[in-house]
């Protein structure tokens, strides 16, 4: 029987959120009340399948970002495809 550790900080996750949004973030900190996320991402759709885009346009992309639990529906781990596409885009470092 495998145990959900649940998500751990230092990871790369996954966050949907009660609005629909699907965020991919390296996750910094797992507070009682927020996640503390470093350059999160939403999934979009691109044309050649999906893609991430940065979450917040206005912000600065280096800033962490504090999101409310309250917001969350599902955090997981994200899938290997999907968190090493992440750390390609936001330190530009190519994953073998």
Do not use: C, W
Request: net charge negative.
């Amino acid at each position: 029987m495998l145990i959900d550790k649940g998500v751990t900080e230092g990871e790369v996750i996954t966050l949907k959120l009660t609005s629909g949004e699907e965020i991919v973030a390296k996750l910094v900190e797992d507070g009682p009340q927020h996640y503390k996320l470093s350059r999160p991402m939403v999934i979009g759709m691109g044309q050649q399948g999906p893609g991430l885009m940065p979450y917040l346009f206005t912000v600065n992309p280096d800033k962490d970002v504090k999101l409310s639990k309250a917001t969350v529906t599902v955090a997981e781990a994200t899938d290997k495809q999907f968190a090493d596409q992440f750390i390609e885009s936001t330190t530009g470092i190519k994953l073998a």
